[in-house]
């Protein structure tokens, strides 16, 4: 049986589409003993509750991944020896840190992709069945790039993975593609999907974009939640907002949020390692509730609530 996903009712006298868990953060930096940091991390229905890879930075700050376990998507066990990779399809590949993991089941197996280091920042993937062997496989792409968010199920045929290509630094820029593979390990036909916004129309967008969660099928569209930055004279600062892609060509964009979905306002998302930032990662939805695990400030995971077809609605009805 799958568990029911964690969720809270709207607070009384809110109006927001989407509202914080009452009882953020549900992981604190130092949630394991080597920890610095715990954020930008991905959790999916496993077994009877929930695993997730979680990106947990530790005191030398050394960029890592982790997998947990929870049974209620809140409570989280976090092993405290980082994720050991085997050999998947291809050799070991060299990987300098890992950090930012994203976590999709397709067909048998949950896939893992995360900002890999090779010569600077790419795409690393690895599968898994249990959560406890990992096979890592060939780097979706050349170095630079980030937020390699895979689709759930293959779309005409082929493996489908939204990403932001980038450069070796705090990147200054930064629209979504999608790109396509037969097999996992040779990725092509690279579409762009979305780009910034002109910050007259949309500031909170106007920087960089980069995708979230894994997509969600709805009868609509794919929903993604995806980040959205402005550089302010305090430096970047990092909100949440969802677009619905064409469910069967995603590289089309029907609709996105010209207003932002959440953005920092709470303590534990304005102070922190970075300040200023709410980075979705993962959303877990039952059909009619969704709940999205997102960084905070880069040290903390907080989690935010909210009707799937309320999300649609505002979507469609503050779309750019
Ligand atoms: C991005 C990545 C994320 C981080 C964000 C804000 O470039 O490094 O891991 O959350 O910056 O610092």
Redesign the pocket.
């Known amino acids: 049986m799958r568990a029911t996903i964690p969720f809270e009712d709207r607070p009384a006298g809110s109006g927001d589409v989407m509202w914080r868990y009452s009882e953020n953060p549900v992981i604190g930096r130092y949630h394991i003993p080597t920890s610095n940091s715990i954020?930008?991390s991905a959790v999916v229905p496993f077994e009877d509750g929930f695993a997730g890879v979680f990106?947990c930075d530790n005191k030398a700050v050394q960029?890592n991944i982790f997998a947990g376990f929870s049974k209620d998507g809140i409570s989280w066990e976090i092993n405290h020896d980082p994720i050991e990779m085997v050999a998947g399809n291809t050799g070991m590949i060299e990987s300098a840190y890992k950090?930012?993991p994203r976590v999709t089941f397709i067909e048998d197996r949950y896939w893992v992709t995360w900002?890999n280091g090779y010569h600077g920042?790419t795409i690393g993937i690895a599968y898994t069945f249990d959560f406890k062997t990992f096979y890592q496989c060939e780097n979706a792409f050349l170095p630079f790039n980030?937020?390699g968010v895979l689709f759930p199920e293959k779309i005409n045929g082929k493996y489908a993975m939204l990403s932001r290509p980038?450069d070796n630094g705090?990147?200054p820029f930064g629209d979504i593609w999608i790109s396509y593979s037969p097999d996992m390990k040779y990725w092509g036909e690279h579409r762009c999907v979305m780009k910034v916004t002109p910050f007259e129309q949309s500031a909170w967008q106007c920087t960089k974009i980069?995708a979230g969660s894994v997509p969600i099928r709805t009868e609509e569209g794919w929903l993604e939640f995806y980040?959205g930055?402005i550089n302010t004279c305090n430096g970047?600062r990092?909100s949440m907002g969802a677009v619905l892609l064409d469910l069967e060509d995603p590289s089309k964009v029907l609709y996105r949020t010209q207003p932002y979905l959440l953005a920092p306002a709470e303590i534990y998302e304005l102070a922190g390692?970075?300040p200023n930032?709410v980075?979705p990662c993962a959303a877990l939805s039952d059909g009619e509730r969704i709940a999205v695990y997102y960084?905070a400030a880069?040290t903390v995971v907080g989690m935010a609530f909210g009707y799937q077809q309320e999300i649609i609605d505002f979507i469609k009805a503050n779309s750019i």
Do not use: A, E, L, W
């Open positions: 954020f930008n990106r960029m950090y930012d900002c920042p980030r937020n980038s705090h990147t980069g980040h930055v970047f990092y390692d970075v930032v980075f960084g880069d």
